[in-house]
């Protein structure tokens, strides 16, 4: 029959990792007792180790679950060593019974003295040849008088915390010091509360030495306050010192095997239970019966949850089971896939495209700072459409000029800024990826993904933008332009001018509403080029008045004043500063749009589709055909340097730097992290050990089948 308390000890050390219902709760010993009352000395005794945490500051605060594993010794082999072992921690086993003393210390301490008590449990286990198979509940010790630096409520606190582990079924070890009068004993008068029968409550009268033995003797005898389980007596610590290699155990052992040997007409043993061996073979006793009593109950309420947990792992996943590795491993391989589905967007043709596009824009840049800004560019389109003049004979001007344009375009870091604009795709990719799901739930490996993308990213824009910038270097001197290549930059360059003209007329249309009307505009232009006339005529006056003014010793500060009298005409406020600005931008584009048309014309004429000989009259269809070239060898050399690089890289660097950086802790937390994950995690792991305490369960019942004394049914 103990082998059925050692399973019923790790069933319930199951269940209580399954949740803390209490319907699914298998009984323990619950340890009361006041402060200094002996508790400590007794769960000691019972080890037969000093390992709890000593002092007098309250050195309990956390109750601890001490589970004990009576490891049989087998005949003809060493003693089975005895360990601890906290389960909750993972430092594995600790064989000094010094460092569990100083870890229970240390757990205790971590509770930050505002808080005073915490319900959170320790849980610790013991295996020894030396230890019956028992759970028992140590709590802090019920405080008589609150002392200064505690906090008021720590009474109540220390009370509701017992008073919640003392509930059904587990089994109450109530200590009581023989030297205090029980009517004072807290522990008593908690366990009558909710055992006013005392049949769960054993006691435990401690530091039978201090009081005569026949006054101890009366305790036992169980008459004031009767305990259906009884009172065992115990001299839980002795007076004497060790000797040199003893332990403290062994004497406290000695010195209650004197007291009680030296005494033996008082404490007769036929019908008073006395010393701590008594004690742990009555606990071994009471809990096992306890258990055995408790079976029938639980392995109801396990089958029940277990067809609850099953039904709705059906119902729910469709009895699909996953593993952290498998939510890892397919994590992965779907970022993998999205990234390679991504790389279509950076084929060459679209990168072309892409980077055709950002050189558009430098060459309307160009145009617009070399030509269109350009008084003299109107000629341009004149001589464009002149038969006499031959390029060879135009005037050197516009010889420099397309040079100038030219260089101005393959000189403007095209290297970098193609390399830097194929990267930032790249890294928006990157970027959309991590925080989408489910990297969402991923921050730290959605942080680590980016970082390290951007670092491959890094090592490689310094080398493709030098490559690219080197390639691109012939074209800064020379560049040959096929007809054919001729034709398609100058349909190119019209198209860019037809959406240009476009723009600029709805521009104008915008203001032209939001003045109120072309005539509107009209005027509000006409008054603008007055006010410009003018303003030039008074800077022409001012000059001279300067000059005069000089010459006939009158101060600069009189003349100022002078123009600025002249300034107050109630005509400039005719119209709102805002509209004035309106009207400078419409001129702006009426402008834009003047020069533009005429440009169009040119790259219309026969002229300019005569073929690459009219490029100083074309200007726009030469830069175009320049642009798209360097499109061409730009992408070229991007998709060489960075992209088949990135694309090689990034795979791999999922595998070492994501994937095979994870230890196995590392992987259940980065699944649980996903709460979709997380919970089909947990209803699986939950009928994962309910099966198996049923398994259990059922192996017992067989086992209680067995011809043996079967435990009491109601
Ligand atoms: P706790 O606060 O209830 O855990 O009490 P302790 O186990 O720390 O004991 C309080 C004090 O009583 C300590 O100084 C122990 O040495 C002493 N003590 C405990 N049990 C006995 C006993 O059976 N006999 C004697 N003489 N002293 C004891």
Redesign the pocket.
């Known amino acids: 029959l103990m082998h059925l308390t050692k399973k019923l000890i790790e069933i319930r050390s199951m269940l209580l990792s399954i949740d803390q219902n209490d319907a699914l709760k298998l009984p323990s010993i619950v340890v009361i007792?006041s402060?200094?009352?002996?508790?400590?000395?007794v769960l000691e005794a019972i080890v037969g180790h000093e390992f709890l945490p000593k002092g007098n500051n309250m050195v309990t605060r956390r109750p601890i679950e001490l589970t004990l594993i009576h490891t049989p010794a087998t005949p003809g082999q060493p003693a089975p060593k005895e360990y601890g072992e906290f389960p909750g921690l993972g430092i594995g086993k600790m064989s000094d019974f010094a460092d569990i003393q100083r870890t229970l210390t240390d757990l205790n301490l971590a509770v930050p003295s505002s808080e005073a008590v915490s319900n959170d449990p320790i849980d610790l286990r013991i295996y020894s040849p030396n230890v019956p198979d028992l759970t028992l509940i140590d709590l802090p010790?019920y405080v008589q008088i609150a002392s200064l630096d505690q906090p008021e409520s720590l009474k109540e606190q220390i009370a509701g915390l017992c008073e919640k582990y003392i509930r059904e079924p587990n089994i109450i070890l109530a200590?009581c010091a023989a030297d205090v009068d029980l009517a004072n004993s807290p522990a008593l008068r908690a366990s009558r509360k909710v055992d006013p029968l005392g049949l769960r409550t054993i006691g435990v009268i401690?530091?039978?030495?201090?009081v005569p033995p026949e006054q101890g003797a009366t305790i036992l005898t169980n008459n004031r306050y009767p305990l259906h389980l009884g009172y065992v007596g115990?001299?839980?610590?002795s007076?004497d010192k060790p000797k040199k290699g003893e332990s403290t155990a062994l004497v406290a052992r000695r010195g209650e095997r004197g007291y009680f040997g030296s005494h033996p007409e008082v404490f007769d043993s036929g019908s008073m239970m006395v010393g701590t061996d008594t004690l742990r073979r009555r606990l071994m006793e009471v809990l096992e019966s306890s258990m055995a009593s408790s079976l029938h109950g639980i392995t109801n309420a396990v089958q029940l949850e277990l067809e609850e947990a099953t039904y709705q792992f059906k119902v729910q996943y469709n009895d699909r089971r996953i593993s952290p590795e498998s939510y890892v491993a397919e994590t992965m391989d779907m970022l993998k896939l999205r990234f390679q589905n991504a790389t279509e967007q950076f084929k060459r043709p679209i990168i072309r495209a892409k980077l055709k596009g950002m050189l558009e824009d430098k060459v309307m840049d160009v145009l617009e700072q070399l030509y269109w800004l350009d008084k003299r560019s109107p000629e341009l389109g004149t001589i464009a459409l002149d038969p006499k003049v031959t390029p060879d004979s135009v005037e050197p001007y516009w010889k420099h000029k397309l040079g100038a344009a030219s260089s101005l375009l393959t000189k403007s870091g095209v290297g970098r800024d193609s390399t830097v604009l194929v990267a930032d795709g790249l890294r928006t990719l990157i970027d959309s990826i991590a925080s989408a799901e489910p990297f969402n739930y991923h921050p730290q490996a959605a942080e680590r993904l980016i970082e390290f993308s951007h670092m491959i990213l890094r090592d490689r824009i310094g080398v493709t933008s030098d490559q690219v910038e080197n390639c691109i270097k012939p074209f800064k001197y020379d560049v040959d332009v096929e007809p054919r290549e001729w034709e398609a930059g100058r349909e190119r360059a019209v198209e860019l001018y037809e959406k240009e003209l476009k723009m600029c007329e709805s521009k104008l249309g915008e203001i032209r509403t939001k003045v109120g009307g072309g005539r509107r505009l009209g005027s509000l232009i006409g008054y603008v080029k007055t006010l410009e006339e003018r303003q030039k005529q008074r800077e022409k006056e001012k000059a001279a008045r300067r000059l005069e003014g000089a010459a006939s010793g009158e101060d600069a500060e009189t003349s100022i004043r002078a123009a600025l009298e002249h300034d107050d005409s109630p005509e400039s406020y005719r119209y709102p500063p805002a509209q004035i600005l309106d009207a400078r931008y419409a001129m702006m584009y009426s402008e834009r749009l003047h020069i533009l048309k005429l440009r169009l014309a040119t790259l219309r004429s026969k002229r300019c589709k005569a073929g690459p000989q009219s490029e100083t009259f074309c200007p726009e269809a030469f830069l175009n055909v320049v642009a798209d070239k360097l499109a061409y060898t730009s992408s070229l050399f991007i998709n060489i340097e960075l992209l088949e690089q990135f694309f090689y890289q990034f795979p791999r660097e999922i595998d070492t730097r994501l994937l095979y950086d994870l230890d196995r802790k590392e992987i259940v937390e980065f699944a649980r992290q996903n709460p979709v994950v997380r919970r089909h995690l947990d209803l699986q792991e939950r009928k994962d050990k309910l099966e198996e305490v049923m398994k259990q369960l059922n192996s017992l019942s067989t086992l209680r089948a067995d011809p043996q004394p079967k435990p009491r049914r109601q």
């Open positions: 007792g402060q200094s009352s002996g508790k400590s000395s010790g200590v401690t530091k039978m030495d201090l115990v001299v839980a610590k007076v």
